[in-house]
T-cell receptor, first 114, second 114 residues
Framework: DAGVIQSPRHEVTEMGQEVTLRCKPI?????LFWYRQTMMRGLELLIYFNNNVPIDDSGMPEDRFSAKMPNASFSTLKIQPSEPRDSAVYFC????????????FGQGTRLTVV | GENVEQHPSTLSVQEGDSAVIKCTYSDSASNYFPWYKQELGKGPQLIIDIRSNVGEKKDQRIAVTLNKTAKHFSLHITETQPEDSAVYFC?????????????FGTGTQLKVEL
């Protein structure tokens, strides 16, 4: 398996623009997580899905952020409108979801909002 | 919610020496404690994990200890090598009961010097 695949790897956008980050989890994994990593706040969980259903979105910073998982092989994280403080590395991770199982991380998307 | 504290934030050791990173957690219901290694430009990768029914686990040069009473766990790396240089994160999870979501520590930048 190619692992968790995220796209794009890098994104530079202007403030106010819409940004969409994409993730393809490992085939057969039932849980999907979106994390944000910054120097100030470290790794923060934004939202996670079990069997394509959002379970906990309490980490989503505000209404400008939204996430979807239309099927088991694809998820998106959208920021609209984007702001400079959204600049960070966004990671997607997936796991089997049954009990305590390893979370596999993608390579991340480095987002810069200017 | 869970709060995970990690120390030290930076650690510099000579090649061949041992390195120890310590974490504490707050949620007594947490029962899964993984450690991740993150190299520059990459996503975190699991290196070892421990569950609450054991006190110690070892995998070659890496070992993890868990003290549930005191709510702390530690990573031990022996005979360090330059390729061990990276950022290490501890994490805690309630497992299936908490949706498998991980709460991460703030990370330790380990530098192994020749």
């Amino acid at each position: 398996d190619a692992g968790v695949i995220q796209s794009p790897r890098h994104e530079v956008t202007e403030m106010g623009q819409e940004v969409t980050l994409r993730c393809k989890p490992i085939s057969g994994h039932n849980s999907l997580f979106w994390y944000r990593q910054t120097m100030m706040r470290g790794l923060e969980l934004l939202i996670y899905f079990n069997n394509n259903v959002p379970i906990d979105d309490s980490g989503m910073p505000e209404d400008r952020f939204s996430a979807k998982m239309p099927n088991a092989s694809f998820s998106t994280l959208k920021i609209q409108p984007s702001e400079p403080r959204d600049s960070a590395v966004y990671f997607c991770a997936s796991s089997l979801g049954a009990g305590n199982t390893e979370a596999f991380f993608g390579q991340g998307t480095r987002l810069t909002v200017v | 919610g869970e709060n995970v504290e990690q120390h030290p934030s930076t650690l510099s050791v000579q090649e061949g020496d041992s390195a120890v990173i310590k974490c504490t957690y707050s949620d007594s219901a947490s029962n899964y404690f993984p450690w991740y290694k993150q190299e520059l430009g990459k996503g975190p990768q699991l290196i070892i994990d421990i569950r609450s029914n054991v006190g110690e686990k070892k995998d070659q040069r890496i070992a993890v200890t868990l003290n549930k009473t005191a709510k702390h766990f530690s990573l031990h790396i022996t005979e360090t090598q330059p390729e061990d240089s990276a950022v290490y994160f501890c994490a805690a999870s309630r497992g299936a009961g908490g949706g498998n979501k991980l709460t991460f520590g703030t990370g330790t930048q380990l530098k192994v010097e020749l």
